[in-house]
């Protein structure tokens, strides 16, 4: 299971992203083991809707309302988690976002976690590891 990060979902859906290719091929190779966390879904809509336009936002939410995502809506526990890791994490100051993305992935025992944010996420250590890609393809 993939769990992704806000960046990697803005990349699969802007062609004109220097990562757009490098995120189709890892999402076609699997798309049934994606998953997509809650708290992930206002910041991919907002970032299409302002960087890569009306029209592609509006295809997220269709594609949304359609079940093409698998979504992981969470557990109070995931809330807890993450405060948890934004405190043991303080200088990275995680954020929400983030946070919930990684509590997702260690509860649900991810294999790997899509994301391009190195700078939080790198540092971090989950429970069981799961593999950061495409950094660690």
Do not use: K, N
Request: glycine content about 6%; overall charge negative.
């Amino acid at each position: 299971m993939t769990i992704a990060d806000t960046g990697a979902i803005v990349a699969l859906i802007d062609a004109d992203d220097r990562h757009h290719a490098e995120m189709v091929e890892l999402f076609d190779r699997d798309r049934g083991a994606w998953l997509l966390p809650w708290a992930i879904l206002p910041e991919v809509d907002y970032l299409v809707s302002a960087h890569v336009g009306e029209a592609s936002a509006e295809a997220f939410r269709r594609d949304l309302a359609q079940g093409a995502f698998a979504i992981e809506w969470g557990q109070h526990r995931d809330l807890m988690r993450a405060r948890a890791l934004c405190d043991q994490y303080a200088s990275l100051r995680l954020g929400l976002v983030d946070a919930v993305v990684m509590a997702i992935a260690e509860r649900m025992r991810a294999t790997a976690i899509a994301t391009f944010d190195l700078r939080d996420f790198g540092p971090v250590t989950l429970e069981h590891r799961p593999r950061l890609i495409p950094r660690d393809r």
